[in-house]
């Protein structure tokens, strides 16, 4: 049986199974080819922490085990399971190659997969991956499960390294007038690969760029009740202040109780404000 969430807003006293909450959403209809629909996921302690480092050391950032839950993970693949297109980055296929994070480019749950087929998606999405540096290696899952894969730099990036993935096979998508790539000149080449929903497994800084730029439907957190601190770590926002203020919308809010373990978690989900229709 389906462990049973508590739903806190909009206001009710039900609850509702954990498995299939976040496919009742149907995302994968909510964007078209001239307006993909661009979705998030994050799962943050209550201090605000998604990741944690080590600069005195010079170690890689690493998600804190405490943070993590089956029940996260489950609304995870789901949310994945909606996506014809990952977008993630260069710094986590290099922690994938280290084996620092696991394969997540991949819905491997068969449930999950027969979900896709039976609405109209292919049993993989596509990923793209972005990158300023273009130096990461491309794991063979992606070949194995016959996923398009393509690459998003900027016009400046180093050409030999251009040279080098397109001698690879793999198409470049020119997606900023410098080295970084920018949030809404990628939607646009993904819009002319017809995308329709789009699900960003990046890290906080493609995140800024896409809330910058405006891309951004929605964004979805999981907040676990505990605190984690730590002097160096990530938060969702690390970049430079907003010119405007960014509002969003609270859609809707699950609380599970006592995972992890003799705490608890809140589900939500926001609209951003530049996205809802009026």
């Not at 999405?125 to 972005?130: E, G, W």
């Not at 609270?250 to 809802?276: A, I, R, W």
Request: charged share 20%; hydrophobic share 35%.
């Amino acid at each position: 049986m389906s462990k049973q969430l508590l739903k806190l807003y909009p206001l009710s006293t039900q609850q509702h199974p954990l498995q299939g909450l976040y496919l009742t959403h149907r995302l994968n209809t909510l964007g078209s080819t001239t307006a993909p629909f661009l979705y998030a996921n994050f799962l943050s302690s209550l201090d605000g922490r998604i990741a944690l480092k080590d600069s005195v050391q010079n170690q890689p950032s690493y998600i804190p085990k405490q943070l993590t839950t089956a029940s996260d993970f489950r609304l995870f693949m789901e949310l994945h399971a909606q996506a014809d297109c990952l977008i993630t980055h260069g710094g986590y296929m290099r922690a994938l190659s280290e084996k620092r994070l696991g394969n997540i480019l991949q819905v491997k749950n068969e449930e999950l997969v027969e979900w896709r087929c039976n609405n109209g998606l292919k049993p993989q999405p596509a990923v793209v991956i972005a990158s300023a540096n273009l130096d990461f290696p491309i794991p063979p899952s992606l070949r194995e499960n016959h996923q398009d894969c393509f690459i998003a730099t900027g016009k400046n990036a180093d050409v030999e390294r251009i040279r080098y993935w397109q001698d690879q096979g793999y198409r470049i998508l020119f997606s900023g007038e410098e080295q970084m790539v920018q949030g809404a000149a990628l939607i646009q080449q993904l819009k002319t690969l017809e995308y329709k929903s789009i699900y960003l497994i990046a890290g906080p800084k493609m995140l800024g760029t896409m809330i910058r730029e405006k891309q951004l439907s929605r964004i979805y957190l999981t907040v676990t009740h505990q605190f984690i601190g730590g002097l160096d770590f990530h938060t969702l926002w690390s970049g430079p202040a907003l010119t405007e203020e960014t509002k969003l919308r609270l859609k809707s809010l699950y609380y599970e109780q006592g995972s992890p373990s003799g705490s608890g978690q809140f589900f939500m989900y926001f609209d951003l404000q530049q996205t809802l229709q009026t």
